[in-house]
């Protein structure tokens, strides 16, 4: 199982920047699926997340400017960040909880794909 990421790059403060992520491989399902950031110097956190129930969590910090949605068909979840700040540079993560067969739950993490907001 892989998550293959893509987007990111090179924004203006105030622009906006449209991230996917893409589940491959041979797998059951996927519980949860979504996004981490990590800024230079400072802990990864979460930014906005499907959980198993199908709600969305989001990081209050980028509630209101970032919308996470997914294409169940692609095993693709998005984020679509507008109103870009300077804070919000850093490398960006997927992660997803995948269960392989029944009753094995994997955690995976892509590559990460860098987002850098200038002012």
């Known amino acids: 199982v892989q998550l293959v990421e893509s987007g990111g790059g090179l924004v203006q403060a105030g622009g906006s920047v449209r991230l996917s992520c893409a589940a491959s491989?041979?797998?059951?399902?996927?519980?949860?699926m979504g996004w981490y950031r990590q800024a230079p110097g400072k802990q990864r956190e979460l930014v906005a997340t499907?959980?198993?129930?199908?709600?969305?969590n989001y990081a209050d910090s980028v509630k209101g400017r970032f919308t996470i949605s997914r294409d169940n068909a692609k095993n693709t979840v998005y984020l679509q960040m507008n109103s870009l700040r300077t804070e919000d540079t850093g490398v960006y993560y997927c992660?997803?909880?995948?269960?392989?067969?029944?009753?094995?739950?994997?955690?995976?993490w892509g590559q990460g794909t860098q987002v850098t907001v200038s002012s």
């Open positions: 992660n997803a909880e995948i269960e392989r067969q029944i009753g094995y739950t994997y955690l995976y």
């Open positions: 491989g041979s797998f059951f399902s996927i519980n949860t």
């Open positions: 499907f959980i198993k129930n199908g709600r969305s």
